[in-house]
């Protein structure tokens, strides 16, 4: 498998929040302190600090879902800040190629929303999928001069998608957004055209609050759409942005971290409808108090589906952000940066703190799937 990846760069909206987080942890360059340099046990994985392995010298490569990209550009910038023989390639793409590149190992460190399927597990038993943050996905909409936060469910979103509603003031609509006068104007429907953790994520919400859509098309990072709606298929999380702001009356799902980018396009995003019956936003609140009710549930493996819990004031699309990596490297020093590289990362004090998190609208790992992602890491060899 031929594998393109770019030099790193930094997604547009976000250049000035990287050049801060490089300022930020630039003055940590010149060596990790005692307590980072160990490795130890760990037996109490609830201090503060998890502890990040020395690196070996060299270079890593990521690539994958589009989602966690604009992370791993932080991430990178803010662990070469501090360890300066290190180099990290980063690259989207979409968590397709994140599987299957980590799969063909050709990169070191797969990126994707999505967990690993039985069929993946099965081409690659030393494969992880590894839980690094939390993320979510909002829908959003190209409708000139409404910035209403527009009320919306699985079933509505469903019937879009299927070409059962196909303009914007149809009935369905108007009932949840009694005093919002929409236009009577064509719904496009924009879907990934890549394989996407996002599509995964997005058809899992609509299979779980949707009678008949699993039947008819499933969850999977590529689906099938139906036939009948008014569609266009767009590239990545910045295609999604692009498509939408060039198509009035646009619909599409699209990862968090580019809200910044959404916005500033002129998108807004919708509330969406919860397990629990609520219309809910996304923001810090939601998002933590979806992901808290999936906390005892999470398997060690990190794999699990957080769709559309019946959790009072949750949001319903939140998921974990995976690294996918083999177990076996192919020598020593690899194994013991990629090692230094995730244990940074799911950090509290690093990688999962809010000076990084909070530039993508992400959340942190709770301590124990945290000390879970830990052990994980561990086994890298």
Same mark, same amino acid.
């Given at each position: 498998?031929?594998?393109?990846?770019?030099?790193?760069?930094?997604?547009?909206?976000?250049?000035?929040?990287?050049?801060?987080? @490089?300022? /930020?942890?630039?003055?940590?360059?010149?060596?990790?302190?005692?307590?980072?340099?160990?490795?130890? /046990?760990?037996?109490?994985?609830?201090?503060?600090?998890?502890?990040?392995?020395?690196?070996?010298?060299?270079?890593?490569?990521?690539?994958?879902?589009?989602?966690?990209?604009?992370?791993?550009?932080?991430?990178?910038?803010?662990?070469?800040?501090?360890?300066?023989? @290190?180099?990290?390639?980063?690259?989207?793409?979409?968590?397709?190629?994140? +599987?299957?590149?980590?799969?063909?190992?050709?990169?070191?460190?797969?990126?994707?929303?999505?967990?690993?399927?039985?069929?993946?597990?099965?081409?690659?038993?030393?494969?992880?999928? +590894?839980?690094?943050?939390?993320?979510?996905?909002?829908?959003?909409?190209?409708?000139?001069?409404?910035?209403?936060?527009?009320?919306?469910?699985?079933?509505?979103?469903? $019937?879009?998608? $299927?070409?059962?509603?196909?303009?914007?003031?149809?009935?369905?609509?108007?009932?949840?957004? *009694?005093?919002?006068?929409?236009?009577?104007?064509?719904?496009?429907?924009?879907?990934?055209?890549?394989?996407?953790?996002?599509?995964?994520?997005?058809?899992?919400?609509?299979?779980? /609050?949707?009678?008949?859509?699993?039947?008819?098309?499933?969850?999977?990072?590529?689906?099938?759409?139906?036939?009948?709606?008014?569609?266009?298929?767009?590239?990545?999380?910045?295609?999604?942005?692009?498509?939408?702001?060039?198509? *009035?009356?646009?619909?599409?799902?699209?990862?968090?971290?580019?809200?910044?980018?959404?916005?500033?396009?002129?998108? /807004?995003?919708?509330?969406?409808?919860?397990?629990?019956?609520?219309?809910?936003?996304?923001?810090?609140?939601?998002?933590?108090?979806?992901?808290?009710?999936? @906390?005892?549930?999470? *398997?060690?493996?990190?794999?699990?589906?957080?769709?559309?819990?019946?959790?009072?004031?949750?949001?319903?699309? +939140?998921?974990? $952000?995976?690294?996918?990596?083999?177990?076996?490297?192919?020598?020593?020093?690899?194994?013991?940066?990629?090692?230094?590289?995730?244990?940074?990362?799911?950090?509290?004090?690093?990688?999962?703190?809010?000076?990084?998190?909070?530039?993508?609208?992400?959340?942190?790992?709770?301590?124990?799937?945290?000390?879970?992602?830990?052990?994980?890491?561990?086994?890298?060899?």
């Amino acid at each position: 498998m031929t594998r393109t990846l770019r030099a790193k760069v930094i997604v547009p909206a976000l250049v000035g929040a990287a050049a801060m987080a @490089v300022a /930020t942890v630039g003055g940590m360059a010149g060596g990790a302190t005692k307590a980072q340099d160990s490795h130890a /046990t760990h037996v109490n994985r609830k201090h503060v600090s998890l502890g990040v392995t020395p690196p070996a010298a060299g270079t890593i490569s990521e690539a994958g879902s589009s989602l966690l990209y604009p992370l791993w550009n932080l991430w990178a910038a803010g662990y070469e800040a501090k360890y300066t023989k @290190v180099t990290i390639e980063t690259a989207a793409g979409g968590s397709g190629k994140g +599987i299957s590149y980590a799969i063909a190992g050709t990169i070191q460190i797969g990126s994707s929303d999505a967990y690993l399927s039985s069929s993946d597990k099965h081409e690659d038993p030393t494969l992880e999928n +590894i839980p690094l943050a939390i993320s979510a996905q909002e829908i959003y909409y190209h409708l000139t001069g409404i910035r209403t936060h527009l009320k919306l469910n699985g079933k509505l979103l469903a $019937e879009i998608y $299927e070409g059962k509603v196909k303009k914007w003031n149809t009935a369905a609509i108007t009932k949840l957004n *009694p005093g919002v006068k929409l236009p009577s104007i064509p719904i496009v429907a924009l879907h990934r055209s890549d394989g996407s953790g996002d599509t995964f994520i997005f058809t899992t919400y609509l299979s779980d /609050t949707t009678k008949g859509w699993t039947t008819s098309v499933g969850y999977n990072t590529s689906v099938t759409w139906p036939k009948g709606a008014d569609e266009l298929a767009e590239t990545g999380n910045s295609g999604m942005v692009a498509g939408c702001k060039l198509t *009035p009356g646009c619909l599409a799902y699209i990862g968090i971290s580019y809200q910044t980018q959404a916005l500033g396009d002129g998108l /807004t995003y919708a509330q969406l409808e919860n397990g629990d019956g609520q219309y809910v936003m996304p923001n810090a609140t939601t998002i933590a108090a979806e992901a808290a009710g999936y @906390v005892k549930k999470t *398997p060690k493996t990190g794999a699990i589906s957080m769709i559309d819990g019946k959790i009072s004031g949750g949001y319903p699309i +939140i998921n974990y $952000e995976y690294g996918i990596v083999s177990k076996k490297q192919s020598s020593s020093g690899v194994a013991k940066t990629v090692r230094s590289v995730l244990e940074w990362a799911i950090d509290p004090t690093d990688g999962n703190s809010a000076q990084y998190l909070d530039q993508v609208n992400f959340r942190p790992l709770p301590t124990s799937v945290a000390n879970n992602s830990y052990t994980q890491i561990e086994a890298i060899k």
